[in-house]
T-cell receptor, first 112, second 109 residues
Framework: GDSVTQMEGPVTLSEEAFLTINCTYTATGYPSLFWYVQYPGEGLQLLLK?????DKGSNKGFEATYRKETTSFHLEKGSVQVSDSAVYFC???????????FGKGTKLSVIP | DGGITQSPKYLFRKEGQNVTLSCEQNLNHDAMYWYRQDPGQGLRLIYY???????QKGDIAEGYSVSREKKESFPLTVTSAQKNPTAFYLC????????FGQGTRLTVV
């Protein structure tokens, strides 16, 4: 079945540092890929998405590129802020499916 | 404002009792979902519904039940058969892009 593997946290960075959170997936066909963010005590919010190979999703300074050849969708941000502290989830939606498969989440803490 | 609303935010249950979590959406979505979130385990799918009066089990449906009598509503009942119900429960709706509620934290006391 479909699966998502993302780097384990927690990740602690200083403000303005570069962020990478790795995500790889296993799926048949051509899934859609997502990054969701969860702030403390809240539900998940969609951060960015990509629907086909080589697509780049971007939002709020975060970027991720759909790499079919390496089955990856790594999340990056050039300069993190304290307000980016949250849990980040990589997810996929299989082709022809409306179900999301999530990674286990990566907790990011940004310190001033 | 369109959105998805879960209630209550916090819920306490005595062992052996059933409890129902509410989920309402006004986004006109056909599909709705219930997930359970435990520390370090990500989100696991409990039940989902793609249309009114129809729903399917997810990966961890044992000890849970749902109904879908209206498009807007998808309540989840945590039954006494659920051995470890303490968790954070998230409801979502949508097709290609999922919208999540704020969650309900259930604690068994």
């Amino acid at each position: 079945g479909d699966s998502v593997t993302q780097m384990e946290g927690p990740v602690t960075l200083s403000e303005e540092a570069f962020l990478t959170i790795n995500c790889t997936y296993t799926a048949t066909g051509y899934p859609s890929l997502f990054w969701y963010v969860q702030y403390p005590g809240e539900g998940l919010q969609l951060l960015l998405k990509a629907t086909k190979a080589d697509d780049k999703g971007s939002n709020k300074g975060f970027e991720a590129t759909y790499r079919k050849e390496t089955t990856s969708f790594h999340l990056e941000k050039g300069s993190v802020q304290v307000s980016d502290s949250a849990v980040y989830f990589c997810a996929l939606e299989g082709a022809g499916s409306y179900q999301l498969t999530f990674g286990k989440g990566t907790k990011l803490s940004v310190i001033p | 404002d369109g959105g998805i609303t879960q209630s209550p935010k916090y819920l306490f249950r005595k062992e052996g009792q059933n409890v129902t979590l509410s989920c309402e959406q006004n986004l006109n979505h056909d599909a709705m979902y219930w997930y359970r979130q435990d520390p370090g385990q990500g989100l696991r799918l409990i039940y989902y519904s793609q249309i009114v009066n129809d729903f399917q089990k997810g990966d961890i449906a044992e000890g849970y039940s749902v109904s879908r009598e209206k498009k807007e509503s998808f309540p989840l009942t945590v039954t006494s058969a659920q051995k470890n119900p303490t968790a954070f429960y998230l409801c979502a709706s949508g097709g290609f892009e999922a919208f999540f509620g704020q969650g309900t934290r259930l604690t068994v006391v």
